[in-house]
């Protein structure tokens, strides 16, 4: 799949184009999607779609957390339960081993594995520029799609 093509759907979505740095590989855009307003980066070496990484606001950790289960719950319901999941929710888990689970969100990490594409979330550190450095203004999660034959499509995988 070609990331203009790509970044065309997007702009006829309505969602924002942020500005592109000349000859760089990303196509970046701020709009809506799993219920949350987000940052959308389609990552094209030499044209060609590598990923899309949806990055969720920077928030509090138990926001993010919600917005976390928001997407994952989302996801579930296109995917189905997920290959790796280290979540207190472990949809689909023959066993909901203890050990699989991790009691800090923080270190939520759900992994999903289709014939088209695969789909990676987690939690990161939401850090802002100030000043010459960075702070750590709260938590964020982030989706990564990649391996993408065909992009993802709402209503089948």
Request: aromatic share 12%.
């Amino acid at each position: 799949m070609r990331c203009r093509a790509s970044a065309r759907a997007s702009a006829r979505l309505g969602l924002d184009p942020l500005e592109k740095n000349p000859g760089s590989d990303v196509y970046a855009f701020r709009g809506r999607d799993f219920g949350r307003d987000l940052t959308l980066m389609y990552l094209c070496p030499k044209g060609a779609l590598f990923s899309g990484n949806y990055l969720f606001p920077i928030e509090q950790l138990e926001t993010a957390v919600t917005s976390y289960h928001n997407a994952y719950d989302l996801l579930v319901s296109i995917y189905g339960a997920p290959l790796f999941d280290n979540t207190q929710w472990q949809v689909g888990a023959k066993t909901k081993d203890p050990r699989n689970v991790n009691a800090d969100p923080r270190k939520y990490m759900t992994y999903w594995k289709t014939s088209r594409l695969n789909v990676n979330m987690a939690m990161t550190r939401g850090y802002e520029p100030e000043g010459r450095g960075w702070r750590l203004r709260g938590w964020r999660g982030f989706l990564v799609l990649s391996g993408i034959k065909k992009f993802p499509d709402r209503r089948s995988d």
